[in-house]
């Protein structure tokens, strides 16, 4: 079963305006960790923001933040700013508390900030 | 960054002969793992290491097989390789399962061709 939606496969966004990169998850656990990760066309997958499932405050990283609705399940990242540099695809994952530590990622989402 | 390579990182191979991957990392982590990334599937998990000769099988195993015989090395082969996993082949690495924030640091990838 699919444990991470991301239903946008491409999204566009002016340069320095804010866009919001959807996410949403299935998990039974009450115990789970949420992420985001960054692959720009060269290939490599940068770890952006993490937030926890027992965090009460939305996980922020610089120009990233992470808008968690627990009761939804939903895991949206927002870029705030856009820069050309955020033109990349973007993936969401989960990780659970079982004993195989597995992360689930989601298809992504290509961003693409236009000047 | 994390200290993770990956070799080779470009292979290009026969139908039906034997390929090994390499993943090497120097963190000391418990936990390993093998992916493939195609176009609008994402990454999808082929096969795990939660230590030394403890290995299980992800969602897309079948053709894989791994082996840990040591901590720092993860090996993916293809016993035969077949044209659909062409693909890119990522390695990551991740910290103790009782830290759910620990992210996954991933290698820069091998693109395999199998023609």
């Known amino acids: 079963a699919q444990k991470i939606t991301q239903t946008q496969p491409g999204m566009f966004v002016q340069e320095k305006e804010a866009v919001t990169l959807d996410c949403t998850y299935d998990?039974?656990?009450?115990?789970?960790?949420l992420f985001w990760y960054k692959q720009p066309s060269s290939g490599e997958m940068i770890f952006l923001i993490y937030q926890g499932s027992y965090d009460e405050q939305n996980a922020t990283e610089g120009r990233y933040s992470l808008n968690f609705q627990k009761a939804r399940k939903s895991a949206n990242l927002v870029i705030s700013a856009s820069q050309l540099g955020d033109s990349a695809m973007y993936f969401c994952a989960m990780r659970d508390s079982s004993i195989s530590n597995q992360f689930y990622f989601g298809t992504g989402t290509s961003l693409t900030v236009i000047p | 960054d994390a200290g993770i390579t990956q070799s080779p990182r470009h292979k290009v191979t026969e139908t039906g002969t034997p390929v090994t991957l390499r993943c090497h990392q120097t963190?000391?982590?418990?936990?390993m793992y093998w992916y493939r990334q195609d176009p609008g599937h994402g990454l999808r998990l082929i096969h795990y290491s939660y230590g030394v000769k403890d290995t299980d099988k992800g969602e897309v195993s079948d053709g894989y097989s791994v082996s840990r015989s040591k901590t720092e090395d993860f090996l993916l082969t293809l016993e035969s390789a077949t044209s659909s996993q062409t693909s890119v082949y990522f390695c990551?690495?991740?910290?103790?399962?009782?830290?759910?924030?620990?992210?996954?640091?991933f290698g820069p990838g091998t693109r395999l061709t199998v023609l």
């Open positions: 990551a690495i991740s910290d103790s399962a009782g830290y759910l924030h620990n992210e996954q640091f």
């Open positions: 998990t039974s656990d009450q115990s789970y960790g």
């Open positions: 963190e000391n982590h418990r936990y």
